[in-house]
Structure formats: structure tokens, C-alpha cells
């Protein structure tokens, strides 16, 4: 076997510029830039030379047969099919059962119903009466809030006296004048 020889290296700052000028994919002023550059290194003469052998074996495409494709068709679809298989191992461990397993669970559930409600007959009353409901600890309050909604409702009371004083004060001085003679206070 013959061992090719490595790319010459070509300055770094012209090796993109090279390919470029190699596919002609660079403008006038760029290619004109790059032959100056190659009329005086060796080095990125001797890259140029090597892309011209090496890029044209690289980008030839063969066109393979119909029953190349035929068959690459076939073992992707096996090793899928494979690698399924693999994927969910378990799977085939049930295969033998899948004919019986639907009818068997079916009657374990009935069997499970008439149980529960044979054996569960006489506690039928706790699913259909509700249970007392539980107030949550956030909920109840303790002793300072306690005493912060007593002051609340003294304050509340403590309105309610002053307008009934404030009535009262009222209806006494109505009647003070109704008594005075001459309605002169």
C-alpha cells in the first residue's frame, strides 16, 4: 500500500484565499492578490498543486447500481427493526400471554368488585356520607389574633354606644326645650 505524501501548507492568511482562487469563487482584485502572493512562495505554489491532485478524486461521485440500493434498502430496514426490538426487550416477554392476559385481568377486576362490595357492605357509609371537614392549622387562629378581633369587636361596640349617646343626647334636648315655657332655653 502507498502512503500519500501530506498537503503542503500554505500561509495561513492566504490558505482560504487559495481554495477560493482554485474553485474561482474570488473577485478580480482578490485572484490578481493571490498570483502576485504564488509568483513569490513556494509553499502555497506547492498547496495550489496539491489541491488541483487531491480535490477533484474527492469530489468524484460514483453511481452505484440499483441493487446496491436495493439491498442498502433492506439491511437499514433490518437493523431498525433490530434495534426496536432491543429497544423494548420487555415486550417480547409478553407475547406468549397476550391471548389470555385481557380475559384473565378482565375477571381479576370483577372478582376485585364483587369482593368489595360483599366484605365492604357494611362500611358503604363512609364513601357516601361526607366526612366532617378539617380546618387547616394556618387556618385557626391563636391567642394574639384572638385578641386583636376582641379589640376589633369592642371597637365596634364602642361606635355603636356613641351613636346611641348621641341619639339619646338629642332626645333629651328636644324634650328640655318641649318643657320650658315658651320653648327658651
Not at 478524486?57 to 442498502?72: L, R, V
Not at 380475559?103 to 372478582?111: D, E, K, L, Y
Amino acid at each position: 500500500m502507498k502512503k500519500s505524501a501530506p498537503l503542503e501548507t500554505a500561509c495561513r492568511q492566504y490558505e482560504e484565499d487559495l481554495v477560493l482562487h482554485y474553485y474561482g469563487e474570488n473577485s478580480d482584485a482578490e485572484r490578481r492578490r493571490v498570483e502576485e502572493h504564488l509568483a513569490t512562495c513556494d509553499c502555497c505554489r506547492r498547496f495550489l498543486e496539491d489541491l488541483h491532485g487531491l480535490l477533484p478524486q474527492m469530489a468524484d461521485a460514483k453511481e452505484m447500481p440499483q441493487t446496491f440500493w436495493d439491498s442498502y434498502y433492506r439491511e437499514t430496514v433490518a437493523k431498525l427493526a433490530e434495534q426496536e426490538e432491543r429497544k423494548y426487550w420487555w415486550r417480547s416477554l409478553f407475547k406468549p400471554m397476550r391471548t389470555w392476559m385481557v380475559p384473565a385481568f378482565g375477571t381479576a377486576a370483577v372478582a376485585v368488585l364483587i369482593v368489595g362490595l360483599v366484605f365492604g357492605k357494611g362500611n358503604l357509609r363512609l364513601f357516601v356520607e361526607p366526612r366532617p371537614e378539617r380546618i387547616p392549622q394556618e387556618i385557626l387562629a391563636d391567642e394574639k389574633q384572638l385578641e386583636f378581633f376582641e379589640s376589633m369587636d369592642m371597637l365596634e361596640a364602642l361606635g355603636k354606644l356613641e351613636n346611641q349617646d348621641d341619639q339619646t343626647e338629642a332626645l333629651n334636648s328636644d324634650s328640655k326645650h318641649a318643657a320650658l315655657p315658651g320653648g327658651v332655653a
